[in-house]
C-alpha cells in the first residue's frame, strides 16, 4: 500500500497589505492559495482623503465669506441690506463695547436652558410611557397630534395673557417647542425595538421592569438623542420668536430693535450667533449619538 503524501500548502501575499508578525520575524501577510475567503483590502487612503470633508466644507466656507466680502466690500448691494462680514465683526465688537450683549445673552440663555432642560426631563418618561403602554397612547396620542399640529407661535398671546411679557412666557414657547420633537422620537425609538429580543427575554422569564431596564431604555437612547438634538433647533426658534414678539430683554428683542432701526449689521451678529449656539450644541449631542450608536452596523 502506498504511503499517502501531503503537499506543501500554497500562499499567495496579499500587496498593500499590513505586514504580520510571525515569531520574531515580520512577514508580508499571506492567505492560502485554495482559500474560497478571499477579500480585497481596501487601498491606504492618502492625507486629503482621510480629511476630504473637512477641508471640502472648509473651503465652501472661506469661498462664501470671501464672495460675500467682495460683493460687500464693492457696494453692489447698500450696506443697509447687505454688510460685508468685516461690517458685521464691527457691529459685534459694539455690541460687546457697550456690554448690551453679555445682558441679552444671559437673559436668553437662561430662557433656553430652563425651557429646553425641563421639556427633556418630561418628554423622555413620558415618551418611554407612551411607547411601552399602547393604550396610555392610544388615550394621549389626540393631544400630543393637537398640540403638535399647532404652530407654537400662536399660542405666545396666550402666554403673555398667563404669564405676562417676562421670562415665563418664553420659558413656555421653548418648551413647547423641544418638547414634542423629544416625545415623538422617544415613543418611536420604543416602538422600534427588536421584537424578537423581548420574545427572548419573555421566554426566559424576565418580567416586564427588567425587559424595560435591559432592553427598552438602552435600546431607545439613539432616538432619544435625536430628538435631543430636534429640540434644540425648535428651541431656538422658540427664543427668537418669543422674543420678537414680546421681550424685556434678549438676543431676540435685541435683533428686532436693530431691524426696526435699519442696523441690519446688528441684525447678523445676532443671528450668526443663535446659528453658532446651535452648531455647537447640535455638534455636541452628534458626538454622543455616535458614541451611542458605535454598535449599530454601518450602511
Do not use: C
Not at 15 to 35: A, I
Not at 110 to 134: H, K, R, S
Not at 210 to 230: D, E, H, M, N, Q
Amino acid at each position: 500500500m502506498a504511503e499517502r503524501v501531503e503537499e506543501p500548502i500554497k500562499y499567495d501575499t496579499l500587496q498593500n497589505y499590513p505586514t504580520e508578525q510571525v515569531g520574531t520575524g515580520v512577514f508580508p501577510t499571506r492567505v492560502p492559495h485554495e482559500s474560497p475567503l478571499r477579500t480585497t483590502p481596501l487601498p491606504p487612503q492618502n492625507w486629503f482623503q482621510k480629511h476630504e470633508a473637512l477641508i471640502i466644507g472648509t473651503a465652501a466656507v472661506v469661498v462664501f465669506f470671501a464672495v460675500w466680502q467682495a460683493v460687500g466690500s464693492a457696494r453692489i448691494v447698500s450696506r443697509l441690506f447687505l454688510p460685508a462680514p468685516t461690517d458685521v465683526i464691527e457691529a459685534f465688537t459694539e455690541l460687546v463695547k457697550d456690554g448690551e450683549l453679555a445682558q441679552d445673552l444671559g437673559y436668553s440663555g437662561a430662557e433656553f436652558g430652563i425651557g429646553y432642560v425641563l421639556a427633556a426631563v418630561v418628554a423622555i418618561p413620558l415618551g418611554l410611557l407612551l411607547g411601552w403602554y399602547p393604550r396610555f397612547r392610544y388615550a394621549l396620542d389626540p393631544f400630543v397630534t393637537f398640540l403638535y399640529a399647532t404652530p407654537r407661535i400662536v399660542l405666545l398671546p396666550l402666554f403673555i395673557i398667563w404669564f405676562g411679557i417676562g421670562m415665563e412666557s418664553k420659558i413656555a414657547v421653548i418648551f413647547l417647542g423641544a418638547f414634542f420633537a423629544i416625545l415623538i422620537n422617544t415613543t418611536a425609538g420604543v416602538r422600534n425595538l427588536d421584537a424578537h429580543l423581548i420574545k427572548v427575554a419573555r421566554s426566559l422569564g424576565a418580567g416586564d421592569l427588567v425587559i424595560f431596564k435591559t432592553i427598552a431604555l438602552p435600546g431607545s437612547v439613539p432616538f432619544i438623542l435625536t430628538g435631543l438634538r430636534l429640540g434644540i433647533g425648535h428651541a431656538l426658534i422658540g427664543v427668537v420668536v418669543g422674543e420678537l414678539v414680546a421681550a424685556q430683554h434678549g438676543i431676540g428683542r435685541m435683533m428686532a430693535i436693530a431691524g426696526a432701526t435699519f442696523q441690519s449689521s446688528k441684525v447678523f451678529a445676532g443671528l450668526f450667533f443663535i446659528a453658532a449656539a446651535g452648531m455647537l450644541l447640535t455638534y455636541a449631542l452628534q458626538r454622543l449619538e455616535r458614541h451611542f450608536d458605535a454598535w449599530r452596523p454601518q450602511r
